[in-house]
């Protein structure tokens, strides 16, 4: 069974940063295209990131560019995104999900709060 | 970056009653287009793929067409468990992007 296990949210002050994790178990992680999407409270879903399978490709929406990074540890069977310069608007329950070409399976959310 | 827009917002309809939703692409997607249902409290949950097929699993009152540009999501009878929001996503351009979602609602 496919399992992805988002951890690291909490609540952290305009400016500061956070490291999300996404432990995946039940398939080959090594595989696979990641991505990180996000939905804020009350709102729908927006796609924040992903990366490849060997982490040689990482695509960003605009308005995470330059402040976010995604990255893997296929050894450890982990997708990370790392947040930076965090705004109130990037206030939201980040999924991190497996790829077949459209997100397929997804954890359950890990919350993050950006307030001061 | 591609805008996806769909439509209703909101869908009041009772049990056993057809349901269709509308995905727009603000350019063509080809068939690079999904569909998700999420419940309060879940993640979303992948229902439809390159358009029209169906995940593994997912029962066949949920049926997807379209390519290109316009894409509809049809439920054949509600069940109770469907009353849910549906989202459509692209996935064939960069930035991917998602709708803003339908509520299918009970009447």
């Known amino acids: 069974e496919v399992l992805l296990v988002e951890s690291g949210g909490g609540l952290v002050q305009p400016g500061g940063s956070l490291r999300l994790s996404c432990a995946a178990s039940g398939f080959t992680f090594s595989n696979h295209w990641m991505t990180w999407v996000r939905q804020a409270p ?32 296929n050894a450890h069977n982990s997708l990370y995104l790392q947040m930076n310069s965090l705004r109130v608007e990037d206030t939201a329950l980040y999924y991190c999900a497996r790829n077949g070409g459209a997100p397929e399976h997804w954890g359950q959310g890990t919350l993050v709060t950006v307030s001061s | 970056e591609i805008l996806l827009t769909q439509s209703p917002g909101i869908l009041s309809l009772s049990p056993g009653e057809r349901a269709t939703l509308s995905c727009r692409a603000s350019q063509s997607v080809s068939s690079n287009l999904a569909w998700y249902q999420q419940k309060p409290g879940q993640a979303p949950r992948f229902l439809i793929y390159g358009a029209s097929s169906r995940v593994t699993g ?5 049926s997807g067409s379209g390519s290109g540009t316009d894409f509809t999501l049809t439920i054949s009878r509600l069940e109770p468990e469907d009353f849910a929001v549906y989202y459509c996503h692209q996935y064939g351009s960069l930035p991917r992007t998602f709708g803003q979602g339908t509520k299918v609602e009970i009447k």
């Open chain 1, 42 to 73: 009350g709102k729908g879903l927006e796609w924040v990131a992903n990366i490849k399978q060997d982490g040689s490709e990482k695509y960003y929406v605009d308005s995470v560019k330059g402040r976010f990074t995604i990255f893997r540890d």
């Open chain 2, 58 to 62: 997912i029962p066949d009152r949920f």
